[in-house]
């Protein structure tokens, strides 16, 4: 079956086909730094995460850009509030956004712009845009863009044409739907923004947000690229405008597919940090869940439903994860020597996951397969009907569950850390020597560092506990 994903554009589900085949270009919107990423920021994250995975399982070269929102209304507030220069507050939250990432095990882009490094892009796109009649300066030095200049305005939102406020104007970066009015492209500096500002051809100030991410995402993919990604509050107003900026400044098309993901719920309302009814990921690891579960439970739907978060799930979404490194670790008895190889090999089974994935990422169809499967095979391994080419293909569609999903632990010497290591070296040579207390006491310690450690006739074997 052909790739197909729903473009907000259209509304349909649309046949993909990448601009220059065998590559896809990919923006997706990243994190405004004024506090640590909850959950929900990450649901989004790690669809598109997911939605990177399949194209490169499906062969594409993938170009993914993700900015770095840190300069804005709310990371300037918060850097008032909490008296500490805008650099130092979005350097924190940077950071402690990329550890996230990597507890996550979602793979880095290849490009993270910071909207800071991109004023000057920013202010020759703003002067384009007043060239080609579409954005007007006002007399306290802003800068607005002219909704009614751009007859395909509230394109992508779908909106009315009669519900449009041409020359009102908003300031504030995030605003609703009700009212589409002029949006501000450059702000002209206020005593509430402290120090920070840049000098521009209008006066000190600063840019929009959505200003942002139109610059930086042409400046590194190209005035069109192929998808642009991010959860459903970002397409309006956020993408609406970034399109109209865009195409407006640059006569192309910018991006092609929109595909955006549904929200994260709590309760049944949206998780935010503004309704303080949010996790963050370090909020449930210090707590003792485990990233592979929390990965699992935030992809354990389709992108384009709501997906309640709810902790009384955990049990349930760790004894799910439990039976795929269960048969990981019952078919990597029958092959000890098994190593990933370096490409992918698409089993049938294999194949039959990336089908479901295939009609608009369907998770719960691929998830389906999966569990299928592995009931399917333990059956087999139960009454030894399994032969060595049936283990090693077991193995080859594990690794394109990982490679697609990135939810099993590692396992293999190369990526146990040195402490455990030593210990699992200890507690053999307590073993070998027969002082069971004291194997028995190192082999609570590795478990209490999070390992754990199966004798096989090979020898000690780790792997992350889930
Ligand atoms: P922000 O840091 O607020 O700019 O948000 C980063 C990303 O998280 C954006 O793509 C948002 O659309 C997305 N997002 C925010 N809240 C949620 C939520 N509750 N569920 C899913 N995605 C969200
Ligand atoms: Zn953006």
Known sequence: ????????LSRRKERFQPLEPGTVKLYTCGPTVYDQAHIGNFRTFLFEDVLKRHLLLRGFNVIHVMNITDVDDKTIRRSIE????????TDIHTKRFFADLENLRILPADYYPRATDYIEDMQATIQQLIRNGVAYETEDGSVYFSIAAYPDYGKLAHLKPNEMQS?????SDDYTKDNPMDFVLWKSWKPEDGPVKWESPWGPGRPGWHIECSVMSTKILGDEFDI??????NIFPHHENEIAQAVCATGSTFARYWIHAEHLMVDGGKMSKSLGNFYRLSDLTDKGYHPAVIRYMLLN????????????????????LERITALRDRLMDRQPDFAKPENVVITDTGESILTAMDDD????GALAVIFDWVRAINGRLDERKMAKDDILNGLFTLDLIDRLFGWLPETGADRVPADILDLVARRQAAREAKNWSLADELRAEIRERGWSVKDTPQGPKCSKEI
């Open 301 to 320: 739907s389709h992108y384009r439903s709501k997906l309640n978060f709810s902790l009384s799930k955990y049990e349930e979404s760790r004894s799910a």
């Open 228 to 233: 642009h990604c991010g959860g459903v509050d």
């Open 82 to 89: 909490q008296n500490v220069s805008l650099k130092a507050l």
């Open 167 to 171: 020359g009102e104007r908003v300031q």
């Open 1 to 8: 079956m052909a790739l197909r994903f729903y473009n907000t």
């Open 361 to 364: 990422l369907d998770v719960p």
